[in-house]
């Protein structure tokens, strides 16, 4: 049998051939096999197929099932580096992810698809339904993050034009465009967003910023500063302690709900609550919030049977805050 001119990938081919077109519901007999390989103007005989699929198994990790069904015998890819349905659960993800643009998420699922059969593929070809609009709008982000964990990994500072949005819907830099200068201590993930968690040495605290909201980040060659802040750092302390990443100071605020409600507090501040029962089929916890309109908007969002019931200091700001939202109406 005459040799194709592509013979010296053959191997190549065929593990490409298998993990594409063979699953645990579809496979291909050695015939198949070999037509397939003719498609890249290869040759193939049946004994050299066999050794292939050792060596495919033995140094390259991919499992080669042998099933045999009256006079056919069938071969098809086992195992793989991920299964259908956490390929599935990745991709649901990433097409809920509003860090994610749409743009990104098109070019991770198309990527997705490699790691199944053609046939498991169609599949995928499902949608999460998420608003376009809430969708991530700077397509940077993904080399900002790579920026911040070189800098993590080099122990370096990064600079930045740190952006908000205006009534022309652009983001422009914030400070008349000076940049930022920080030592980056951890990337953490909070109400759908990407937050740097840094030291700003000029200010002498801890703050964070949006990463989306980072524009023409680069890596400073100068060491970090602030790691006294960060030896025992807790973020998961950090993040509810700054109540969906708003600023406000920090109190110890004391919540009363009818207990129907308890989930929704379970969700926001995890497991770990004390929930103490305060009569009539209600209950209340007591948790560390930055106190700010912001949190003070979400209590009200829970609806009139949700009350804020201590310090008396943050009970007063919220009836506060309330009467001028009230009195803004009828002036």
Request: net charge neutral; glycine share 4%.
């Amino acid at each position: 049998m005459a040799k194709g001119s592509n013979q010296k990938l053959k191997l190549s081919y065929l593990c490409k051939i298998m993990q594409e077109k063979t699953d645990d519901e579809h496979r291909l007999t050695l015939a198949q096999i070999i037509k397939e390989l003719q498609k890249y103007d290869i040759t193939a005989e049946r004994k050299s197929l066999y050794d292939d699929f050792k060596v495919m198994e033995n140094d390259l990790g991919i499992e080669v099932i042998k099933e045999t069904e009256g006079r056919e015998t069938f071969y098809h890819v086992g195992s793989r580096a991920f299964e259908l349905a956490e390929v599935k659960l990745l991709i649901d993800a990433i097409q809920s992810s509003k860090f994610i643009s749409k743009s990104k998420s098109d070019e991770l699922i198309k990527k997705m698809n490699t790691f199944v059969s053609e046939h498991q593929a169609k599949q995928l070809k499902r949608q999460v339904y998420v608003n376009d609009r809430i969708k991530t709008m700077n397509e940077s982000i993904y080399y900002s993050v790579d920026s911040i964990h070189n800098a993590l990994m080099n122990n370096k500072q990064i600079e930045f034009l740190y952006c908000a949005w205006t009534l022309d819907k652009k983001l422009e830099p914030k400070k008349e465009g000076k940049k930022y200068i920080v030592s980056p201590w951890a990337l953490t993930w909070a109400d759908e967003n990407y937050y740097l968690v840094a030291y700003d040495s000029d200010a002498g605290k801890v703050k964070h910023y949006r990463v989306d909201k980072m524009m023409k980040l680069s890596v400073v060659d100068k060491k970090r500063e602030g790691e006294e802040h960060f030896k025992n750092f807790d973020m998961t302390t950090y993040a509810l302690e700054n109540f969906s990443m708003f600023g406000g100071e920090i109190k110890r605020v004391h919540i009363e709900f009818p207990n129907e409600k308890v989930g929704i507090f379970i969700d926001r501040f995890g497991k770990d609550i004390s929930i103490r029962p305060a009569g009539d089929g209600r209950s209340m916890i007591a948790v560390d919030v930055a106190v700010s309109l912001q949190f003070f908007g979400w209590i009200f969002s829970l609806g009139n049977d949700v009350r804020i019931i201590g310090p008396d200091a943050v009970v007063e700001k919220y009836k506060t805050e309330l009467q001028n939202c009230l009195q803004a109406f009828t002036e």
